[in-house]
């Protein structure tokens, strides 16, 4: 069964990089036509899709933040990573990784990690 | 991008109501639409994907309908654990767009 979860500091000071990871088990990351994202949702609001990774590396970035995004992947370890660079108030967020099918549909999703940028 | 405008943003019902909830697109997505459920505290759930097409282990209730650019998610007599936060998902790229999500609260 395929298992996603999420992990890293809870708490990142203003204008400090965030930085998670997202662990696969189940089945490897390399699998031909599946794509991994992040999704964050801050704390009583929606949901926003912030980028995706193939295993071959190739990435794409909501253009909202893509100027402040590094998403990568770890085959060894069979993970994935973000980070996200002069973090404000604004990216206190749950952050969530999930698989991206060729549908776009996402699922599963791992249960998600709350990070709340404050000094 | 995609844009995606979900509506409405909440709605009161009761066990036993139907229930439809829409999104339109900004541009043909064609059916690169898929539909999320969200209880408080947990991560989304995938209901529909492929604009209708049932996932596993979700209960018949729930339909989704529509292509190009109107969809509509349909929950036919509303059960009391179907009371969360529903958005869909669209997009004819490779990332996607949330709609702004509706709220459905116990009337």
């Known amino acids: 069964q395929l298992q996603l979860q999420e992990s890293g500091p809870g708490l990142v000071k203003p204008s400090e990089t965030l930085s998670l990871s997202c662990t696969v088990s189940?089945?490897?990351?390399?699998?031909?036509?599946?794509?991994w994202a992040w999704i964050r949702q801050p704390p009583g609001k929606g949901l926003e899709w912030i980028g995706s990774?193939?295993?071959?590396?190739?990435?794409f970035y909501t253009s909202s933040l893509k100027s402040r995004v590094t998403i990568s992947v770890d085959l060894s370890k069979n993970q994935f990573s973000l980070k996200m660079i002069a973090v404000t108030a604004a990216d206190t967020a749950i952050y969530f990784c999930?698989?991206?099918?060729?549908?776009?549909?996402?699922?599963?999703w791992g249960q998600g990690t709350l990070v709340t940028v404050s000094s | 991008d995609t844009q995606v405008t979900q509506s409405p943003s909440s709605l009161s019902a009761s066990v036993g109501d139907r229930v439809i909830i829409t999104c339109r697109a900004s541009?043909?997505?064609?059916?690169?639409l898929n539909w999320y459920q969200q209880i408080p505290g947990r991560a989304p759930k995938l209901l529909i994907y492929?604009?209708?097409r049932l996932q596993s282990g979700v209960p018949s209730r729930f339909s989704g309908s529509g292509s190009g650019t109107e969809f509509t998610l349909t929950i036919d007599s509303l059960q009391p654990e179907d009371f969360a936060t529903y958005y869909c998902?669209?997009?004819?790229?490779?990332?996607?767009?949330f709609g702004q999500g509706t709220k459905v609260e116990m009337k």
């Open positions: 492929g604009a209708s």
């Open positions: 541009e043909n997505i064609h059916s690169y």
């Open positions: 189940g089945d490897s990351i390399s699998s031909t036509s599946f794509y």
């Open positions: 998902l669209g997009s004819y790229s490779a990332l996607g767009t």
């Open positions: 999930a698989r991206r099918d060729p549908m776009l549909a996402l699922d599963p």
């Open positions: 990774i193939y295993y071959t590396g190739s990435t």
